[in-house]
Nanobody
Framework: QVQLVESGGGSVQAGGSLRLSCAAY????????MAWFRQAPGKEREGVACIYTGGGSTYYADSVKGRFTVSRDTSKNTLYLQMNSLKPEDTAIYYCAAGYGACSGGPGDFGHWGQGTQVTVSL
């Protein structure tokens, strides 16, 4: 019923920027929160940022505050993640997620996931 498609990943040097996009298709009218997670090799999936689709309130992991900005365009059903001042530790597969509850939950609280897009930051 809901499909999420990420785009915008790639390889950049440290200090560079990338903008990820997540287009949502299907029956999305009940989605309450959209979020970005990331997973590096050998590590657990961690929340990066999330935004309430209705009010626009945002939340960020401490590791990305001041560098990443999450936003959404409701008319386009699209989620964005602007990533600036990228660091090698930001290297991971980034996943778009959507859920029907609170944004503050973990991965299990999001019922819909994109396929992921690779972000690689080199020195």
């Amino acid at each position: 019923q809901v499909q999420l498609v990420e785009s915008g990943g790639g390889s950049v040097q440290a200090g560079g920027s990338l903008r990820l996009s997540c287009a949502a298709y299907g029956f999305t009218y009940l989605i309450n929160c959209m979020a970005w997670f990331r997973q590096a090799p050998g590590k657990e999936r961690e929340g990066v940022a999330c935004i309430y689709t209705g009010g626009g309130s945002t939340y960020y992991a401490d590791s990305v505050k001041g560098r990443f900005t999450v936003s959404r365009d409701t008319s386009k059903n699209t989620l964005y993640l602007q990533m600036n001042s990228l660091k090698p530790e930001d290297t991971a597969i980034y996943y778009c997620a959507a859920g029907y509850g609170a944004c503050s939950g973990g991965p299990g609280d999001f019922g819909h996931w994109g396929q992921g897009t690779q972000v690689t930051v080199s020195l």
